[in-house]
């Protein structure tokens, strides 16, 4: 909890990356909030991401079931019957590269069935989603409604 004012400069950071690169319907109304990631730290969920001292990253990393993934259009999961983690709040300063790759070689040293969803905006997101080989599955639907492009990537033990 003592990091939380760095991991909230981290997301306004990755905030400002969205809306420079024409994202500006991502993270919007105060999401994610200072609850959402005491939330994330309280369960064991949150996770930052550090280059010598300096915080550079922040994630969720979220065993499933993801409530939301239960009904996806327009395609289907790469595999539906097996456990897997969620990456959310996938966040990163604009000056230090190479953040989104140092977390997901740590999400897949746990579990080798990843899948995540973003924005159909975020075209920084998708393109490091597939250039991770990561690929796309088809559009789930947030709580609130909202669509979301969803991905999924599996290796095998």
Request: net charge negative; charged share 20%.
């Amino acid at each position: 909890m003592e990091d939380l004012p760095s991991i909230m400069a981290v997301l306004e950071a990755a905030r400002g990356i969205m809306r420079a690169s024409g994202n500006a319907l991502q993270w919007v109304n105060g999401y994610p909030s200072r609850e959402v990631i005491e939330t994330d730290i309280s369960s064991g969920q949150g996770f930052v991401v550090e280059n010598g001292a300096r915080m550079v990253g922040y994630f969720a990393f979220i065993p499933s079931p993801e409530a939301t993934y239960s009904y996806i259009e327009g395609g289907s999961w790469l595999e539906d019957s097996l456990p897997y983690h969620v990456v959310h709040r996938i966040a990163s300063v604009p000056e230090v590269h190479g953040v989104f790759r140092a977390i997901m070689g740590w999400c897949f040293e746990r579990d080798g069935n990843i899948r995540v969803d973003t924005h159909r905006d975020n075209h920084i997101m998708q393109h490091c989603l597939e250039g991770y080989g990561f690929s796309y599955c088809g559009i789930i639907y947030l709580s609130d409604g909202a669509p979301r492009l969803a991905y999924q990537k599996r290796v095998q033990a």
